[in-house]
């Protein structure tokens, strides 16, 4: 039901190493009772971090990988044979035992990562370090600038494949949507330094990919997407969302990009281009609750729409996404490298539950200030 209201950073000391530390494939939730038939129809292995061996090994770096989209791009890439070293400050463990990983697989994935300890930032240890270990493939999932790739371009003159992380936030607010890949791009857009990487990528002449997200989610999302509506949900709150509630939006779910990522690898078809990745539907941000409630076994959630302009959050946000249609067309990905989604959202949804939130794990507590500001001025003018 719906009603309305009035419109750490310490110093790191470089270093290589090979992990010692000891997954099962993280193979995606048991979704509820009224899942379970589709299930048994051919989805049973819907989401499970599987793939065949690779031809061709290859040395792999990820700068990054230690959060959310290179946990499961690394296991990807181990599974298939190739020799992967993660790129971080080491702040975080390299390997983490995941829910749902068995001991034995997560035994072999952390016997083989290997790690890369240093600040990219400090370029004359990019271009040092990198040039020494001969890297055939780069993935960049944590760049946000040009000037951070700049070094890793020159110590590798031999790069066979630059894959980048870059993001759907480059394209031109529009009126006509879906954003396909040749659309208009925002050179103000807070995702320019994403923008700017692409042009630069293309500038050196080196074979790259750039992948375009939309809003990703899936366990360990560290972003606050499905996260905030199933903290409301659990504390039995009402949900407050800008607006009509009819704004479009697009999910992706972690393991379909990183499975995307997969596929654009040693891939002549996905030289020098450019891809949008996300999930199949688009939802509105009323049925995006609604799918969160049903993912984790929540009642019908009560919607309480309001007009943001009549609202001073402060510096506080008070919705997780922008107050817009915001979607992009995802046929190129699928026509030219033959790459699908595999998770409805409803699906998606409930594997991120039950293997993170509804186990008790969440990257950042409730705050629900800014909804009872919301939720206050509803009960004085109700």
């Not at 630059?162 to 006509?176: E, H, P, Q, T, W």
Request: aromatic share 10%; hydrophobic share 35%; net charge neutral.
């Amino acid at each position: 039901m719906a009603r309305m209201v009035p419109l750490q950073q310490q110093t790191t000391h470089p270093g290589f190493s090979l992990l010692t530390s000891s997954l099962s494939d993280f193979n995606g939730a048991r979704l509820h009772s009224q899942l379970q038939f589709k299930r048994k129809m051919g989805l049973q292995n819907r989401g499970a971090l599987q793939v065949s061996a690779s031809s061709s090994s290859k040395n792999i770096l990820i700068m990054g990988g230690t959060r959310f989209i290179g946990i499961f791009l690394s296991r990807l890439l181990v599974k298939e044979g190739h020799q992967v070293t993660l790129f971080t400050r080491g702040k975080a463990p390299i390997a983490q035992q995941l829910p749902g990983e068995s001991d034995q697989d997560f035994a072999d994935f952390s016997s083989k990562i290997l790690h890369l300890k240093g600040d990219r930032k400090d370029s004359d240890f990019v271009k040092t370090s990198l040039s020494a270990k001969g890297f055939n493939v780069v993935y960049d999932i944590n760049g946000r600038e040009a000037v951070e790739v700049e070094p890793i371009i020159e110590a590798l003159p031999n790069l066979e494949q630059f894959v980048y992380c870059s993001s759907a936030g480059v394209y031109l607010k529009s009126d006509l949507l879906p954003h396909s890949e040749v659309d208009a791009v925002d050179p103000k857009s807070r995702h320019k330094g994403k923008l700017e990487t692409e042009s630069f990528l293309e500038s050196t002449g080196v074979n790259w990919t750039s992948i375009r997200p939309v809003y990703i989610y899936g366990p360990l999302n560290y972003n606050p997407v499905e996260e905030w509506f199933f903290h409301r949900l659990k504390a039995g709150r009402p949900i407050p969302i800008p607006n009509s509630g009819i704004q479009m939006t697009q999910l992706g779910h972690v393991k379909d990009l990183a499975k995307a990522f997969i596929t654009v690898l040693g891939n002549e078809k996905a030289s020098k281009e450019v891809f949008n990745i996300s999930g199949e539907k688009y939802v509105t941000f009323d049925g995006l609750a609604r799918a969160c409630a049903k993912a984790g076994g929540f009642p019908e959630p009560e919607l309480v729409h309001y007009n943001p302009k009549e609202y001073d959050f402060g510096k506080k946000k008070a919705f997780p996404f922008r107050d817009q249609h915001f979607f992009a067309s995802i046929d190129k990905a699928k026509h030219v490298l033959g790459w699908k989604p595999e998770f409805d959202l409803v699906e998606g949804l409930t594997d991120s539950y039950e293997l993170d939130f509804g186990r008790g794990t969440f990257r950042k507590e409730a705050d629900f200030s800014t909804d009872d500001i919301i939720l206050g001025k509803s009960l004085v003018t109700a």
